[in-house]
């Protein structure tokens, strides 16, 4: 069935380090795939999304790039900070009648100085 | 503020009651998603309403858990005879018009605990 694996966490950096978050996805047809970001004490809000095969979507220094070849959309950033201490959350919008957003488990960052 | 929002932000309920929670979608968007978010489960989708059209229930994991949107607007996410596995926070989101390529905006969640 359709699903998204994301990387087990905790990740731990320090600042200034390079980040990657492996994220695959399994389903039909062209979803839309998204990176949604939950920071301490807050709700759940979107980082970066890209639409169809090839797009790069970017946000605040973080970057994923959707490859359907591989049915991936990792998300990377050049250099982390403290701020960036979050969880992170891959998903996909399927087409059809139901947009519904199916997640990966998400990634607990961790930033230290 | 513009953004979605829930009530109550946090409830305790006694295992075998009922249970309403409460979405106020963005204004405007007519696509509005329930979501629960529990240890061990991750983010699981629940209901779908989009405008006037029958809603997605495929998500909802028992018959105790039921869903209305009046006038296309306020949703109550009810879950009756309440269990110790329904304990979960439970995420309402919205969009403008719910297609697969646009951003779904969360609100803050209730936080459900039953005992």
């Known amino acids: 069935g359709d699903s998204v694996t994301q990387m087990e966490g905790p990740v731990t950096l320090s600042e200034e380090a390079f980040l990657t978050i492996n994220c695959t996805y399994t389903?039909?047809?062209?979803?839309?795939l998204f990176w949604y970001v939950q920071y301490p004490g807050e709700g759940l809000q979107l980082l970066l999304k890209?639409?169809?095969?090839?797009d790069k979507g970017s946000n605040k220094g973080f970057e994923a790039t959707y490859r359907k070849e591989t049915t991936s959309f990792h998300l990377e950033k050049g250099s982390v900070q403290v701020s960036d201490s979050a969880v992170y959350f891959c998903?996909?919008?399927?087409?059809?009648?139901?947009?519904?957003?199916?997640f990966g488990t998400g990634t607990r960052l961790q930033v230290t100085l | 503020g513009a953004g979605v929002s829930q009530s109550p932000s946090n409830k305790v309920t006694e295992k075998g009651k009922d249970v309403e929670l409460r979405c106020d979608p963005i204004?405007?968007?007519?696509?509005l998603y329930w979501y629960r978010q529990s240890l061990g489960q991750g983010l699981e989708f629940l209901i779908y309403f989009q405008g006037n059209s029958a809603p997605d229930k495929s998500g909802l994991p028992s018959d105790r858990f039921s869903a209305e949107r009046t006038g296309g607007s306020v949703s109550t996410l009810t879950i009756q005879r309440t269990q110790q596995e329904d304990s979960a926070v439970y995420l309402c989101?919205?969009?403008?018009?719910?297609?697969?390529?646009?951003?779904?905006?969360f609100g803050p969640g209730t936080r459900l605990l039953v005992l």
């Open positions: 389903a039909t047809g062209y979803p839309s």
């Open positions: 204004s405007g968007h007519t696509a």
């Open positions: 890209a639409t169809k095969a090839d």
């Open positions: 989101a919205s969009s403008a018009a719910g297609t697969h390529q646009e951003t779904q905006y």
């Open positions: 998903a996909f919008g399927q087409g059809g009648t139901a947009s519904k957003l199916t």
